[in-house]
């Protein structure tokens, strides 16, 4: 390799948490000494971050890790990772191994942040490693974040769902609810603003639950007006928000701030109040209209 740089790729299936996660995957690999790039075949490390909510998720998962048989038989060097989603399903992570034994690292959507050292356990120790955190264990802050962007970034303000409906696996594969502190969002996005980011997309599986296990309290249109205050900042965007907690005083903070966009994602899911009531939806059709 020139100059000796290993080169990583970094493929993404999957939501903008999912996006947002390999960003700092990729953040994480530039603080190790690694290089970008888009070309498969010039990469020293490739890694696979999943999604099990999409359509077809396993089989693509499965057809990109059997195109690489062969190029890690030509390449023995080559390390290949696979996490996000996915990996938390039961067995999964099993069902990899044995299907495809020449994958090197197995991590899930809790423990990301164990990447590089789970990176110098495989060139020491010369063997795969599967670890999958069947829990979270708290909200890890700092860790570098290599942006797609330079004018607009996401920023997480909490992680995980609570709701359980009936045919989403999120809370499973991604915890149950976490709120970032007001402190800790506002540093990343005065810190994004420094950097010339004119635009931010505050995000989390159900933004409207933001601060509940926060103490003191503190709701997500408090967070959405904190934020509205910044200077040099111009537009503040959101998303997801579930219909049962969107409240009034989120759409008088849309109304009244001077940078909340005047958009809501507000996902309908199904004009039936019977199948809603089926889906543990919380609202029925009369409540969304």
Request: charged share 30%; proline share 3%.
């Amino acid at each position: 390799m020139e100059n000796n740089i290993k080169k990583f790729y970094i493929e993404t299936w999957g939501c903008q948490m999912n996006e947002e996660d390999s960003e700092k995957l990729s953040g994480m690999l530039k603080i190790s000494g690694y290089e970008k790039t888009d070309n498969k075949k010039s990469a020293n490390l490739i890694i696979f971050n999943t999604c099990c909510v999409r359509e077809n998720a396993e089989q693509k998962v499965f057809g990109n890790l059997g195109a690489l048989k062969s190029v890690k038989e030509k390449n023995p060097d080559l390390i290949i990772g696979i996490c996000g989603c996915m990996m938390q399903q039961d067995d999964m992570a099993n069902t990899i191994i044995k299907k495809f034994p020449f994958v090197d690292i197995i991590f899930g959507t809790h423990n990301s942040h164990m990447l590089p050292e789970y990176l110098n356990r495989v060139k020491q120790e010369g063997k795969s490693i599967v670890e999958i955190w069947d829990k979270e264990k708290g909200i890890v802050e700092g860790l570098p974040v290599d942006r797609l962007s330079k004018i607009k970034a996401f920023v997480t303000i909490m992680y995980g769902c609570n709701n359980f409906c009936t045919y989403c696996i999120v809370p499973y594969v991604r915890g149950r609810e976490r709120s970032r502190t007001p402190d800790d969002i506002e540093k990343e996005v005065r810190e994004l603003v420094e950097e010339g980011y004119k635009e931010i997309t505050l995000l989390g599986q159900n933004v409207n639950s933001y601060g509940k296990d926060l103490s003191p309290a503190l709701d997500f249109a408090d967070l959405l007006l904190r934020i509205d205050k910044i200077n040099g900042l111009e537009r503040i965007r959101f998303m997801t928000s579930h219909p049962k907690d969107l409240s009034f005083k989120v759409i008088e903070a849309v109304r009244d701030g001077e940078k909340i966009c005047e958009h809501i994602h507000l996902p309908v899911q199904s004009g039936s109040s019977r199948l809603l009531k089926k889906m543990n939806r919380h609202y029925d059709k009369k409540y969304y209209i």
